[in-house]
Nanobody, 121 residues
C-alpha cells in the first residue's frame, strides 16, 4: 500500500507562485499531479517518471509549472509560477505502478487527499 500526502496549497494572487509537495511511502513510481475545479472533471497537470528522467505536462501549464522529484526523500514537487485564476482547483498527487500513458487518470493506482489552490484575480 502506498500513502501519498500533499502539502503546499493555499491562496495566492494572480501572477504569484506556489510549490506543492507530495511525500510518498514505499518504492518509487511514476508520479503525477492532477487537478479538479468545481463542476469539472479531474484533469492531468504533470507527471514524472520513476527515475525523474522524463517529464510530461498539460499544454495549459507548459512553461509555467515544473515537476521534479527527490528520490532520496521519496517526494515529488510541483512548482507553479505565473499562476492564473483558472488554475484554481484541488490538486491531487497520484502514483502509478506502471504506465505508458502518464497523462491518463485511469493509469494511476494510488491517490492523495488533495490540496486546495486558489488564485485570486
Amino acid at each position: 500500500q502506498v500513502q501519498l500526502v500533499e502539502s503546499g496549497g493555499g491562496l495566492v494572487q494572480a501572477g504569484g507562485s506556489l510549490r506543492l509537495s507530495c511525500a510518498a511511502s514505499g518504492r518509487s513510481y511514476t508520479m503525477g499531479w492532477f487537478r479538479q475545479a468545481p463542476g469539472k472533471e479531474r484533469e492531468f497537470v504533470a507527471a514524472i517518471s520513476w527515475s525523474g528522467g522524463n517529464t510530461y505536462y498539460a499544454d495549459s501549464v507548459k512553461g509555467r509549472f515544473t515537476i521534479s522529484r527527490d528520490r532520496a526523500k521519496n517526494t515529488v514537487y510541483l512548482q507553479m509560477n505565473s499562476l492564473k485564476p483558472e488554475d484554481t482547483a484541488v490538486y491531487y498527487c497520484a502514483a502509478s505502478i506502471a504506465t505508458m500513458t502518464p497523462s491518463e487518470l485511469k493509469e494511476y493506482d494510488y491517490w492523495g487527499q488533495g490540496t486546495q489552490v486558489t488564485v485570486s484575480s
